[in-house]
């Protein structure tokens, strides 16, 4: 979109910088994805991602996960954090080198975290280029409806629901996602008395 002056034929674009602008933004993350996309249980993912620096190169990306297990005393989950590379160079399980699409496969060889049937697995992505700038994804939320990290979500076990005819869809939730919904906080008044549904 261009804008011409009152009485010049000479455009001026809009390129007039607001109170977002910076100058030297973080590497982008997209394209997350895990497959399978309902694994089984003691079995492992390969997630991938699209990652690229704002000059062009390549950043360095990093896998974070964990297993869910919410501790009600303490109202978060207790699992610390593991961090694993994720990979652009035709092998570790990755397709293509230098293609821009990282790749980890995770629970890694010889992890202690086995994924029983139900156990849902949480991860983010972390990209830092070469100037020490960091962004991770899922993006932090600037809603304030949860004090908890948001999270990609992947829950491992069987689906008997699955005939092979029809697509199915699951919602899939942290222990901790039901006790922050509205409804779950209707549900627990600090007076004792039964919740009132809205």
Not at 88 to 109: H, L, M, S
Not at 110 to 120: H, L
Request: proline share 11%; glycine share 6%.
């Amino acid at each position: 979109m261009a804008f011409v002056r009152a009485g010049s034929a000479e455009p001026r674009h809009a390129r007039c910088q607001n109170s977002v602008y910076d100058p030297a933004p973080p590497p982008t993350i997209g394209e997350v994805k895990h497959d399978p996309p309902f694994p089984p249980p003691h079995s492992a993912i390969k997630v991938t991602c699209l990652a690229r620096s704002c000059d062009g190169s390549a950043p360095k990306v990093f896998l974070q996960y964990r297993k869910d297990a919410f501790v009600p005393e303490l109202d978060r989950n207790t699992n610390e954090w593991c961090e694993t590379p994720m990979w652009d160079c035709g092998f570790n399980g990755d397709n293509v080198a230098n293609d821009f699409i990282f790749t980890a496969i995770v629970p890694t060889n010889g992890s202690t975290d086995i994924m029983e049937d139900g156990d849902i697995m949480e991860f983010r992505i972390k990209a830092v280029d070469a100037q020490s700038h960091t962004n991770l994804s899922p993006f932090e939320s600037w809603a304030g409806v949860s004090n908890q990290p948001l999270s990609y979500l992947c829950r491992f076990g069987n689906d008997p629901d699955f005939t092979g005819e029809y697509v199915t869809y699951h919602v899939i939730m942290t222990q901790y996602n039901p006790k922050s919904s509205p409804k779950a906080r209707r549900a627990h008044r600090s007076d004792g008395k039964p919740p009132v549904e809205s």
